[in-house]
């Protein structure tokens, strides 16, 4: 069975960070893409960025978002985290991770999904 589970959201004040875990299991960790998306309330899903399976170290990351994430892995734990700085209003979403097979890379189809962990900033 796959698994995506996500962890590390909470309530947070505006200007901080917070840091996401996403732990995968029954797939092949190094044979996927690993994106990370959220939803605002009332607004699509958007992509916040994804790190590339042909180089961990080649990550893209949205526009809007350049800057303030960072998007890290440990292959070793199965494991991709985002950092987000200086959080604020506008960050108040469900974050999700998900993993496209190395064929497709960040482009996707994003196969599988986790089930999200909210994030809200407040004042």
């Known amino acids: 069975e796959v698994q995506l589970v996500e962890s590390g959201g909470g309530l947070v004040r505006a200007g901080g960070s917070l840091r996401l875990s996403c732990v995968v299991s029954?797939?092949?960790?190094?044979?996927?893409?690993m994106g990370w998306f959220r939803q605002a309330p009332g607004k699509e899903r958007e992509k916040v960025g994804c790190n590339s399976i042909s180089s961990r170290s080649r990550t893209t990351y949205t526009d809007s978002m350049k800057g303030r994430v960072t998007i890290s892995s440990d292959n070793a734990k199965n494991t991709v985290y985002l950092q987000i700085d200086g959080l604020g209003h506008e960050d108040t979403a469900v974050y999700y991770c998900?993993?496209?097979?190395?064929?497709?890379?960040?482009?996707?189809?994003?196969?599988?999904w986790g089930q999200g962990t909210q994030v809200t900033v407040s004042s």
């Open positions: 029954g797939i092949t960790f190094d044979n996927y893409a």
């Open positions: 998900a993993a496209a097979h190395f064929i497709y890379g960040c482009s996707g189809p994003f196969d599988y």
